[in-house]
T-cell receptor, first 115, second 113 residues
Framework: GENVEQHPSTLSVQEGDSAVIKCTYS??????FPWYKQELGKGPQLIID?????GEKKDQRIAVTLNKTAKHFSLHITETQPEDSAVYFC??????????????FGQGTTLQVKP | NAGVTQTPKFQVLKTGQSMTLQCAQD?????MYWYRQDPGMGLRLIYY???????DKGEVPNGYNVSRLNKREFSLRLESAAPSQTSVYFC????????????FGPGTRLTVT
């Protein structure tokens, strides 16, 4: 089955710097890759996603890139702010899961943005 | 519109006790999911219900049962709790119909002693 590996497990940056979180997946049939943000004491919330027919997607300060050949995708946050501090999860879903919506999550990255 | 609600927020059980975690969504979503979150292991799918009337096992179903009571409600039952089931449990829902986004509840923190 699908396996998703996420690195690093913790990341500390200065406010205003960029942060990059990377994930690799094992199932070449995976075609949907979301990123979720989890603030302390809350459930995860979708912040951006990308499908396998797209190489890059941007939404203001966040962007996701996908390399299907290498089977990895990354989250980029520019001009980081203290409110970006949270746990970030990547996930993958296969075309066979289009009806079930099953997601396989990475292990999570704790991002700390220092003022 | 409350989204996804979960009860209780916190629970402490003794080994061998049973309990049911409740989840409800008011977004008319077709699919619902139960995850557990453990440090360093991300979110792991326990059971899911792709549509009303169906349930299927996820990655870590052992020791759990589920019931899709109706379109709104999806409960998770621990018949005989074990310390290994100490975790934070999240319920999520998805509209389906080609939309992959899952909406998560606030979680239930369960401790089994």
């Amino acid at each position: 089955g699908e396996n998703v590996e996420q690195h690093p497990s913790t990341l500390s940056v200065q406010e205003g710097d960029s942060a990059v979180i990377k994930c690799t997946y094992s199932d070449s049939a995976s075609n949907y890759f979301p990123w979720y943000k989890q603030e302390l004491g809350k459930g995860p919330q979708l912040i951006i996603d990308i499908r396998s027919n797209v190489g890059e997607k941007k939404d203001q300060r966040i962007a996701v890139t996908l390399n299907k050949t290498a089977k990895h995708f990354s989250l980029h946050i520019t001009e980081t702010q203290p409110e970006d501090s949270a746990v970030y999860f990547c996930a993958a879903s296969t075309s066979g899961s289009s009806n079930t919506g099953k997601l396989i999550f990475g292990q999570g990255t704790t991002l700390q943005v220092k003022p | 519109n409350a989204g996804v609600t979960q009860t209780p927020k916190f629970q402490v059980l003794k080994t061998g006790q049973s309990m049911t975690l409740q989840c409800a969504q008011d977004m008319n979503h077709n699919s619902m999911y139960w995850y557990r979150q453990d440090p360093g292991m991300g979110l792991r799918l326990i059971y899911y219900s792709a549509s009303e009337g169906t349930t299927d096992k996820g990655e870590v179903p052992n020791g759990y049962n589920v019931s899709r009571l109706n379109k709104r409600e999806f409960s998770l039952r621990l018949e005989s709790a074990a310390p290994s089931q100490t975790s934070v449990y999240f319920c999520a829902s998805r509209t389906g119909q080609g939309n992959h986004e899952q909406y998560f509840g606030p979680g239930t923190r369960l401790t089994v002693t």
